[in-house]
């Protein structure tokens, strides 16, 4: 999912990184006692395990931490014991070697297999087409959030925007340049919603962006996702250019739902009035009989 803007970091992140950081911290302070108080002539080996936590806790940058560990490790236990010959410098000098390369090494393999399963978990979270996310991980999203407004307060506006007469353009243009429009949209989300929310492709030619804000921070994006969507042009076969517009509905947590369910309908209720008064518009859900639309001076 290389396109796909990502939600807000998680906290629990760090707090892994650091507690593998104390582990691997830990295992080498533990091998180096063991090897120093035991002799290093047959135990050093030992200090595979903590190249291996290296490895695949901090890939090839873990491994340098351990082997950079272990050849000073060396320096230190030999100052401590009678002079060192060559042949004991030699043979210090070529483990600590092997173990860089051989950390390298795992280093290498272990990225690559973390990079692949990165990979394999962001298409299941992304729609293939657009780029954004998919209409599971939104419906998750939305939710973590619903749980974490009730919790800790703070307003979220949903905002749901469909192509205009869609299948209408699929008919007149072939299906191609119909997902060739839906690319054109999704990279313009992807360029103008904020990391720390969220875009989604809802489904078929409807989208779905939540923000934190109230409605008229959402409002405002909507305006804007508007007119950069009907300015932007989609490449037909006969060489010519046609453009495509967007209706959009705005609703509130917790000013205009109970749940999240609930904003979703009231997004749409209003999405549908946009359609109602002519299409190309935004509309804020304001309660069942009163759709609204903000004065111009609103929109960015």
């Not at 996310?133 to 703070?154: A, Q, W």
């Not at 934190?212 to 409002?219: A, I, N």
Request: net charge negative; with cysteine; proline share 2%.
């Amino acid at each position: 999912m290389s396109d796909v803007k990502h939600a807000p970091h998680d906290p629990d992140g760090r707090r892994l990184t650091v507690r593998r950081m104390v582990a691997l911290a830990a295992t080498l302070s533990a091998v180096s006692c063991l090897v120093f108080l035991l002799g290093a002539d047959y135990l050093w080996p030992l200090f595979i395990f903590p190249l291996l936590l290296g490895a695949v806790f901090f890939f090839e940058l873990g491994s340098l931490a351990v082997t950079f560990w272990l050849g000073n490790f060396f320096v230190l236990y030999y100052s401590f014991r009678a002079p060192a010959t060559a042949v004991v410098v030699r043979q210090a000098l070529l483990g600590t070697l092997l173990f860089f390369l051989a950390g390298l090494l795992l280093g290498r393999v272990q990225r690559k297999s973390h990079e692949m399963q990165a990979l394999l978990a962001a298409s299941s979270l992304s729609d293939r087409l657009t780029g954004l996310y998919n209409y599971g991980t939104f419906v998750d999203y939305l939710h973590n959030e619903v749980t974490k407004s009730d919790r800790y307060g703070g307003e979220l506006t949903l905002l749901m925007l469909d192509l205009d007469h869609f299948k209408e353009f699929n008919d007149r243009h072939g299906h191609e340049t119909g997902n060739d429009a839906l690319r054109r949209v999704g990279a313009t989300l992807r360029t103008m919603v904020r990391d720390a929310d969220l875009a989604a492709r809802y489904g078929g030619e409807e989208f779905a962006v939540l923000i934190r804000g109230d409605e008229t921070h959402g409002f405002e994006l909507a305006e804007r996702l508007r007119r950069s969507i009907a300015s932007t042009a989609v490449q037909v076969r006969d060489g010519g250019e046609v453009f495509c517009t967007v209706s959009a509905g705005v609703a509130t947590y917790p000013a205009s739902a109970a749940d999240e369910t609930e904003l979703v309908e009231r997004a749409d209720d209003a999405l549908y009035e946009s359609k109602r008064r002519g299409r190309n518009r935004v509309t804020i859900y304001a309660g069942a009989a009163d759709q609204s639309e903000l004065p111009a001076s609103l929109s960015a």
